[in-house]
């Protein structure tokens, strides 16, 4: 590990002086991703700024029907929070299935998100709840959609100076649901071959679908959304044939690789079975 | 630039006060520095949980840690667990149930199993096999560690 100088603020705008002061730094959170780059040195960062603590990044509430998630809380915490288990069950699936309970216990939603791996279980967990992601910097904040945050593996648009502050998404109405599915090559401990998480709309007098979205993992450079699905279900109440169709739409759409974890041609296959489930079990939430 | 910083922290029960480097893992620190050898060093990334140990209640791969990140915080590690003249009672039910073979995995499965115990005194079986579910073992096949967890669970009221 190469040397650097540890630090650890107290407040949001002392990280923010210590980041301007030393611009060859990383942050450290739960240090899960991390710490594994800088055993490997590939990350040799001259300051490590820990924002384990910071109070600003570390809540979890509801303010006028907005869940807000701080970037530091952990997986652990999240699955263990009233407020999260009563309105986004899916998250807390999501981050249920991250890692180990060693792992859980110390990585945090904003980390998980921040290292961009296109394989990262609460990513498309949060996409389908229509999530915004916060950046804090010395000027102010920004937010942007969740999906718009990633530009490749490892690679996001936030900017040197930022952090990522919290996500904040909608309570879900009783209209709406959302279901998450993930397939490891072991039920413990595995980083996803494939995941899918799906968010359904509906119209209850009808039975149709008025809104839908679908997110995936570890199919593309980047987790991702299937517009062209989503829009095949708008309209539609969920029979088999109109689950197949769209399920058959992921897997022609998305553009998977060979690696250690899989294969293309597997991963175009499992996609469309989890979106599959993933519908199945939105749609039975609501009907 | 490599200077060494002070950290106070509450470990196995003791207040230390100790100088280290900042780019130390808490793994290192704990094996080299301080000499409690009882936590393995396995495969350093967190997939195999011999380095787990028990951070202010919680469990931590100690190789993901660095050692300056537990400043004010309290650790436990195997040999806060018991000793040669007082064992534990999840050590007892190990040796019992023939729990260890190689024992590398041992000190990191019995932190696992006691932070369970701590938060689930009469877990289910398959809460048992969830707890281990950071923790590799590659000679038991789980079975017999899963049982000795059982008996300490059973024997709670």
Redesign the interface.
């Given at each position: 590990?190469?040397?650097?100088?540890?630090k650890?603020p107290k407040q949001l705008q002392e990280a923010f002086s210590i980041m301007k002061e030393n611009p060859a730094y990383s942050i450290?959170a739960?240090?899960?991703d991390l710490?594994?780059k800088?055993?490997d040195n590939r990350i040799t960062a001259?300051v490590?700024i820990?924002v384990?603590e910071l109070n600003d990044l570390r809540e979890i509430k509801e303010k006028q029907g907005t869940i807000y998630l701080g970037a530091a809380v952990t997986h652990?915490e999240i699955c263990k929070s009233e407020l999260l288990r009563g309105f986004a069950p899916a998250l807390v699936h999501a981050s249920g299935l991250v890692?180990?309970?060693?792992?859980r216990?110390?990585g945090t939603v904003g980390g998980n998100i921040g290292n961009a791996s296109p394989a990262a279980d609460t990513i498309p967990a949060l996409m389908a709840y229509g999530a915004e992601i916060v950046l804090a910097s010395a000027e102010g904040v920004r937010s942007l959609a969740l999906e718009d945050f990633f530009v490749g593996p490892g690679r996001t648009v936030i900017s040197p100076g930022e952090v990522i502050l919290s996500i904040e998404f909608n309570k879900l109405q009783a209209t709406q649901a959302v279901s998450f599915e993930k397939l490891g090559k072991r039920?413990?401990?595995a980083i996803s071959v494939v995941n899918a998480a799906a968010f359904l709309e509906i119209d209850k007098t009808k039975a149709v679908v008025t809104k839908a979205r679908l997110a995936l993992g570890s199919v593309a450079a980047k987790p991702i959304r299937v517009s062209a699905a989503e829009e095949a279900l708008i309209g539609y109440s969920l029979s088999d044939d109109k689950i197949k169709e769209v399920a058959k739409i992921v897997s022609d759409s998305i553009t998977p690789i060979d690696d250690v974890r899989s294969e293309a041609l597997y991963r175009k296959r499992i996609a469309g079975v989890l979106t599959q489930r993933t519908l199945i079990d939105a749609w039975k939430q609501l009907v | 630039?490599?200077?060494k910083?002070k950290i106070k922290f509450l470990l196995n029960k003791k207040n230390i006060e100790v100088e280290v480097l900042?780019?130390r893992?808490l793994i290192d620190f704990l094996r080299d520095d301080l000499d409690l050898i009882g936590t393995k060093l396995g495969c350093?990334?967190?997939?195999c949980?011999a380095c787990?140990v028990i951070?202010n209640g919680?469990?931590?791969?100690s190789?993901?840690?660095?050692a300056?990140?537990v400043?004010g915080k309290e650790v436990i590690t195997i040999e806060g667990l018991g000793d040669y003249d007082k064992l534990d009672s999840l050590q007892q039910a190990f040796i019992d149930e023939g729990a260890v073979q190689c024992g590398f995995c041992t000190p990191g499965m019995l932190l696992?199993a006691k932070?369970l115990l701590d938060e689930n005194p009469k877990p289910s079986r398959e809460e048992i096999m969830?707890?281990m579910?950071?923790?590799l073992c590659r000679c038991t096949g789980y079975v017999k560690i899963a049982n000795a967890i059982e008996k300490v669970a059973n024997a709670n009221n």
């Amino acid at each position: 590990m190469s040397q650097f100088i540890y630090k650890k603020p107290k407040q949001l705008q002392e990280a923010f002086s210590i980041m301007k002061e030393n611009p060859a730094y990383s942050i450290i959170a739960g240090g899960t991703d991390l710490m594994v780059k800088m055993k490997d040195n590939r990350i040799t960062a001259k300051v490590i700024i820990d924002v384990s603590e910071l109070n600003d990044l570390r809540e979890i509430k509801e303010k006028q029907g907005t869940i807000y998630l701080g970037a530091a809380v952990t997986h652990t915490e999240i699955c263990k929070s009233e407020l999260l288990r009563g309105f986004a069950p899916a998250l807390v699936h999501a981050s249920g299935l991250v890692g180990s309970p060693q792992i859980r216990n110390r990585g945090t939603v904003g980390g998980n998100i921040g290292n961009a791996s296109p394989a990262a279980d609460t990513i498309p967990a949060l996409m389908a709840y229509g999530a915004e992601i916060v950046l804090a910097s010395a000027e102010g904040v920004r937010s942007l959609a969740l999906e718009d945050f990633f530009v490749g593996p490892g690679r996001t648009v936030i900017s040197p100076g930022e952090v990522i502050l919290s996500i904040e998404f909608n309570k879900l109405q009783a209209t709406q649901a959302v279901s998450f599915e993930k397939l490891g090559k072991r039920k413990a401990l595995a980083i996803s071959v494939v995941n899918a998480a799906a968010f359904l709309e509906i119209d209850k007098t009808k039975a149709v679908v008025t809104k839908a979205r679908l997110a995936l993992g570890s199919v593309a450079a980047k987790p991702i959304r299937v517009s062209a699905a989503e829009e095949a279900l708008i309209g539609y109440s969920l029979s088999d044939d109109k689950i197949k169709e769209v399920a058959k739409i992921v897997s022609d759409s998305i553009t998977p690789i060979d690696d250690v974890r899989s294969e293309a041609l597997y991963r175009k296959r499992i996609a469309g079975v989890l979106t599959q489930r993933t519908l199945i079990d939105a749609w039975k939430q609501l009907v | 630039m490599e200077e060494k910083m002070k950290i106070k922290f509450l470990l196995n029960k003791k207040n230390i006060e100790v100088e280290v480097l900042p780019n130390r893992r808490l793994i290192d620190f704990l094996r080299d520095d301080l000499d409690l050898i009882g936590t393995k060093l396995g495969c350093g990334e967190g997939d195999c949980g011999a380095c787990t140990v028990i951070i202010n209640g919680k469990t931590a791969n100690s190789c993901l840690v660095l050692a300056p990140q537990v400043d004010g915080k309290e650790v436990i590690t195997i040999e806060g667990l018991g000793d040669y003249d007082k064992l534990d009672s999840l050590q007892q039910a190990f040796i019992d149930e023939g729990a260890v073979q190689c024992g590398f995995c041992t000190p990191g499965m019995l932190l696992s199993a006691k932070t369970l115990l701590d938060e689930n005194p009469k877990p289910s079986r398959e809460e048992i096999m969830r707890s281990m579910s950071g923790n590799l073992c590659r000679c038991t096949g789980y079975v017999k560690i899963a049982n000795a967890i059982e008996k300490v669970a059973n024997a709670n009221n």
